[in-house]
């Protein structure tokens, strides 16, 4: 486990919070009663408002922040379309079988685990300090026979081992076999070998149709939906560029995953860079990691375009918005880097990609990819289908070009060369500029030219003054016609929020560590919880009123009612990360004012029913922060609750 | 096509309005530029905001106002667990091959559509109107060769063709051939014999896991996930009963559509009936059905509930609330029937099932299904994996049960019965508490009895006193263990999306029928739009200051300033169902005043910005009516701009 901190400086313990986010059922193994199926979970309750609000917050930030056209395609997609795409061919892993277990390894996963495990003993044997994952230790002495501990390396090795895995997201599958081959890698669990590296398709297939006869899979990407509908997004934007499209769904590649997309047409300029240019943001591009290290660079996102580190201001723009809100979720500034893929490591579609990466227990987790995909897709579909996935623009200013044109003469032209006509036509239309400009010196010194025509007699053919003239002219062209490029920023939902999870969590002092989900009240499953001090009937109607009071200002609560003292009430939902409490009590009976607790500080001020409704509001819309409302309304110190 | 009327009383031109639906890309069909493929579409931009805007409502209607648990369960389900809830085995919809062209048809459908042409052939020879569907008929022209128009029938044919649509979700597979057979039906395009039906399953197939060695399906149902996750509901809810759980997501079944789906566990009374019992509905019971007829009956749920119509007040609580949901999203009281299945009809699950129904040119649709499900998921899963799908509940009082008890000597009973010994036991276990005092009668008299036991000797087994005890005791049970019964409404949102666009379309008087979509200001996909009078620049800032405070108020707005006439823009949106629009005109650049219009009635009103903002938030959350605004403000007629 990486050694990874929490605002109050404890390592963050992955068992204790996977426990908590199970027991609170966040997420729950799926069919767990059938004996569970590895990858799969589900959210319950708190985790479905979690991801639910990350995704109201996403669209706000995005699509209704820029106007964007948000789109919603079907998760079928045929097979030709897959194969035009580059997905059937490309859209692999490389992976190893042990053949003796059967188990399968992702390549360098499976490099990066054995070397990172040596050294690890490496580092015991020299009598350096190692951080423990208990329960990898566990799992490992049941099962594992291969990597002894405690090995030291020579220094040479160490330095080997170390660029490797610095460039390990560099290697295809004949140099991870190589690698494999050259520190005898085995399967960690047996010592057992494995076989090489062999490409597997990510996407899952199945047939569409009433008698399934039409083979698809289900898609990998949310992108390509948006790309076949290119031409009428551009009509529905009334023709009018740049323009950006969104699309939130599930996409499926052998892992299911909510994510959210966007497509945005690439323009020279970003009209809105200016506003995030002087972003500071930590930057680890390609040319570092090649060299072997990961140290990242630090500055501004104006001076990165600037430097050429990132190539254009529409892709550094949205690395910026990305940044933004990632920070909004509650993400640590100082556990975000954005990390650009090499040159092997990019999707077949990628011209240049930057992941935004969050650092957990787990290490860098990739996040967001922020892929330059160019004019490919909407390319390749065009040249498979003949549809017009371009843009057609006026020019404001006829463009004048000065080009040599040819004329033949057809009456003559077609009686002479008879069936090879349309060869020798073509042939004559393809001829570049510069030798069209050689060829009319020819032609006027000598009344004839000779022109290269593959497959017709004896490859030349002679044109005479008669049948060809090749003369300089000005052709005026009105519409401009193109294949924009597109920048493709795609966001895993699932990963972002496990990351974020890490990263908000932490435990209260105490005499039993407590934990802490301190989630920006925005995202927060439940912003607010209803205690009656007691089971005592006379608060039923105060809870009720408050409540419906909270629906209809739409701000989400829960009410616990149970017997369980106040303070075991707030810890289970300090764990549920809800931001706020409000105590019915006795006084409350009297004098109808209520006292409202801050999850974090839990501290405590106590107002009118009005004033503490008016004030959660406020909280859960972003209008105020807590220290604000401290502020106004008078604290109160009456009961222990925290 | 089915006569429909619309509001303003003309019939739904369902060409016009599908043409303008793909025009202003509410829908579109999925992979155009690859030729298509049937039954696949994507949603557009107002489509996507449309939907959105459902599922919010229907969250809003059910999970908030409920307190019900939301989930998101994975889509891929293991095998295993399909078999078990009897979906591999049993979900199945009846299909028939014409084997010369390869079609597949369902049968139902098939002899539905059949049998009607020829009702409709019918009443043409008899000189009634026909309603003829233009485009239906024009493809018919080019392909059909069976179906002969306007040929009389017998009037006893006539009865019975009637008799039998009205019952036609009742037929299975072999009454389905028995009909195709009586009635000779045959592919109407060629008038080609088709095969017998076949049960054709509707599940999407695909493989599980990175060697995608598992067989599985994409989910059929949302409600599976719920089920499996039971135990954890039950304990998240700290084991209070009832419950209910939701989910929202995509389903797949030969088709795939956003559903979304509710469980709630079924009680002797519901607590909140008493707050829809008035509600009066359209109940249309398979008694009826089964008679030939398709005449609704109308009553409150509450009468229905009591003459028992719909069997419980869980159930009628549900169809009273789904009343309530679709009529918020503007779906016409006249146009909704709640249908109850007939035997046959009822998926393998469901112990009765009443579906919300909504009238369409396509006829009635299916929109809304409402099983009840009792404990058959619960029981097999539980059945299967051992897991305890059951509430425990300590009773407040223990339940004191008198029973006849038996005892067995096991030192003799082992030595006496050797390998039988345990079958001779569960023999003895399995007797009723009839026969068990019968026997203790006979033990008290004879001193011996004969119990039978299959497959152990004759079949017949001795026991004397000394070996068995037979004696009426008392027991106490402190703890109520029960599997609960399940009510499971289930969404279909694409269906009632498109059924309750018929509903809000009409089309506006004036030189040429002008489109308009009423969507109710909830669920539209925007709510205002803002229309500068021409492209002068002055109006810029001050259109720019009115969107970025219809964003901070939550208020979704889009801005037309293309240089079309502002009757034109208008018509436009109405065609989108933009509910406001907000005119910014010379007046407005000099003393701040807007005008705004109703989409539906096309008044305008005229007042400051700030009255003007605060009127269009109150108006999009629904806590005013045009027809209040009009009372608050002055009435505006300066420009014509309907």
Redesign the interface.
């Known amino acids: 486990m990486a050694t990874v901190a929490t605002r109050t400086g404890q390592e963050v313990d992955r068992t204790v919070l996977d426990s908590m986010l199970r027991r609170r059922?966040f997420y729950?193994p799926?069919?767990?009663?059938?004996g569970g199926?590895?990858g799969?979970?589900?959210?319950?309750?708190p985790?479905?408002?979690l991801?639910?609000n990350m995704t109201d917050l996403w669209r706000k930030h995005f699509v209704?922040?820029e106007?964007m056209?948000?789109?919603?395609?079907?998760?079928?997609?045929?097979h030709?379309?897959l194969k035009t795409s580059g997905h059937v061919d490309k859209f692999a892993d490389w992976?190893c079988?042990d053949p003796k277990t059967?188990e399968?390894f992702r390549a360098d996963h499976l490099v990066e685990e054995v070397l990172e495990a040596r050294l690890k003993g490496d580092k015991e044997a020299r009598g350096q300090k190692v951080v423990v994952d208990e329960e990898k230790e566990a799992k490992k002495k049941k099962k594992s026979k291969g990597e002894k501990k405690a090995v030291k390396l020579d220094d040479a090795l160490v330095k080997e081992y170390e660029e490797t895995l610095a460039q390990i997201d560099n290697f295809d599958g004949p140099e991870l076999e190589k690698l494999i081959n050259k520190y005898d890698i085995r399967n960690p669990a047996t010592d057992g070998p494995v076989l090489p590296p062999v490409a597997?398709n990510l996407m899952?297939?199945?047939?569409?149709?009433?008698?399934?006869n039409?083979p698809g899979y289900?898609r990998p990407e949310t992108a390509q939906?948006q790309f076949?509908?290119f031409?009428?997004?551009l009509e529905?934007n009334?023709q009018s560029m740049p323009f950006a499209s969104a699309s939130i769904g599930?996409s499926f590649r052998?892992e299911?995953s909510p994510r959210a997309g966007l497509l945005r047409v690439r323009w020279q300029e970003a009209p809105r860079f200016v506003e995030v240019k002087d972003i500071e943001m930590s930057l680890l591009d390609r040319n570092v990691q090649l060299s072997g290290s990961t140290k990242v660079t630090k500055m501004t996102i104006g001076q990165a375009v600037e430097t050429g580190l990132v190539d254009n201001e529409t892709l550094g723009y949205f690395l910026a918005r990305i940044q933004l809100f990632l920070l909004k979720l509650g993400c640590d500034f100082t556990k975000l880097r954005f990390r650009q893929h090499m040159a092997n490591e990019m999707a077949h579609y990628a011209a240049d990609c930057w992941d935004a990466e969050l650092q957990t227990s787990y290490g860098w987790i990739e996040c967001v990819g922020c892929a330059d995909r160019s004019a490919y897709d909407l390319t390749v579909?065009k040249n498979k289908?003949g549809?017009p996935?371009v843009v057609r623009e006026t020019r404001s200013e006829p463009l004048r070009i000065e080009e040599f044109q040819i004329d033949l003469d057809k009456k003559k032209f077609g009686p002479r060369f008879k069936k090879d006509a349309k060869t020798v036509e073509a042939a004559i239309e393809a001829l570049s500029q510069e030798l069209r400009e050689k060829l009319s010196l020819d032609l006027e010194k000598d009344g004839k030219i000779e022109v290269d025509v593959e497959g017709v007699g004896s490859g030349k053919v002679e044109l005479e003054k008669d049948i060809i003239t090749i003369e300089k002219r000005t052709r005026v062209e009105n519409v401009r016609e193109y294949t924009p490029n597109v920048i493709e920023p795609s966001f895993g939902i699932g990963r972002i929020m496990y990351s974020m999870i890490e990263h908000v969590y932490w435990s209260r002092a105490g005499d039993e560590a407590r934990g802490v989900l301190s989630f920006p009240p925005a995202i927060a499953p439940t912003k607010v919880l209803l205690v009656p001090l007691s089971t005592n009937p006379a608060f039923k109607p105060l809870t009720q009123r408050l409540t419906s009071k909270l629906?209809r200002l739409g701000v989400?609560n829960?009410v616990d009612d149970?017997s369980a003292s106040i303070g075991k009430r707030y810890a289970r939902n300090d764990e549920l990360g809800t931001p706020f409490g409000i105590t019915v009590d006795f006084q409350s009976v009297k004098d109808n004012s209520f006292t409202l607790r801050d999850r974090d500080s839990t501290r405590q001020v106590r107002a009118s029913e009005d004033e503490i409704l008016q004030a959660v509001k406020s909280l859960a819309d972003g209008d105020e922060t807590w220290e604000d409302i401290a502020k106004r309304l008078p604290e109160f110190t009456g009961q222990e609750v925290d």
Chains 1, 2 share one sequence.
């Open positions: 059922m729950t799926s069919f767990e009663i059938y199926v590895s799969l979970y589900d959210y319950g309750p985790g479905t408002a991801v639910a209704l922040e106007d056209l948000e789109v919603d395609t079907t998760m079928l997609t045929p030709e379309i992976m079988k059967g399968i597997f899952f297939q199945t047939s569409i149709g009433p008698s399934s039409m289900l939906g076949l509908n031409a009428k997004l529905f009334q599930k052998n299911i579909h289908t549809a996935l629906r989400s829960r149970s």
